[in-house]
């Protein structure tokens, strides 16, 4: 089966059982927000907001799961039923495993942490804002830094492991944590920010989804699937 992937975007694993893995390009919608918005989206087909459908008929691609616009990374589709059905269980009971790598601004101590914090999401004036706010925590990512660059100012690679999958959840409880993920636009440095992209020329946000692990029945038979999107050139600039 076809699939009209955006240019900027790229195939990185399709499984005989019909999931397919492929990489988000930064900027690029997971799927159209509105009917009329011009943004680029994932695929060139019309999408069904209720049934996440990209397409129609027989040439149909249930979306998985979904990033940001600035997010680059992996995103899961599938062209059967019965196999979105079951990737989509596995999300829900927290059985798929999701990597994130990210760069920020500062260094995390110690090393290695577990985040818990309780988020609370509002809409204002049509976009979302994410806070973290007193109360039983719902929201839990496991942390882990890989590499520190001695800049003025420092800058940390972090391995992100979200336990959970709330709105903004990795970008809040990195900023919440004098941590901001560099080019964040929403949540981050905003002067850090701009002097880092007049300097080095990269303006887009250090978050990318790195690798996903699932395991899941389908047809009578175990499906394991792993995929790794590696990590773009920028955040070895960004380091540098």
Known sequence: MDLPLHPACRLLRMDSCGLVAVEKAVGVLSHPNMKRDSRPSLLDLPFDPEGEIYGGGSCSWHLLNRLDAPTSGILLLSSDPGVAAAVRKAFTSHQVEKTYAAVVKGVPMPDRQKWRDRLSVL??????????????????????????????????????????????????????????????????????????????????????????????????????????????????????
């Open 123 to 240: 809409r204002r004036g049509g976009k979302l804002r994410t806070t973290v706010v007193r109360g039983k925590p719902d929201a839990e990512t496991v942390m882990e830094s890989l590499r520190t660059a001695d800049l003025p100012p420092a800058r940390s690679l972090l391995r992100l492991k979200p336990v959970t999958g709330k709105t903004h959840q990795l970008r809040v409880q990195c900023a919440s944590r004098h941590l901001p993920i560099v080019g964040d636009a929403t949540y981050g440095d905003f002067r850090f920010n701009r002097e880092f992209r007049k300097k080095l020329g990269e303006g887009r946000l250090f978050l990318h989804s790195w690798k996903t692990h699932l395991r899941f029945t389908h047809g009578g038979g175990k499906v394991d699937f792993y995929v790794e999107s590696p990590l773009p050139a920028a955040f070895a600039v960004a380091l540098d």
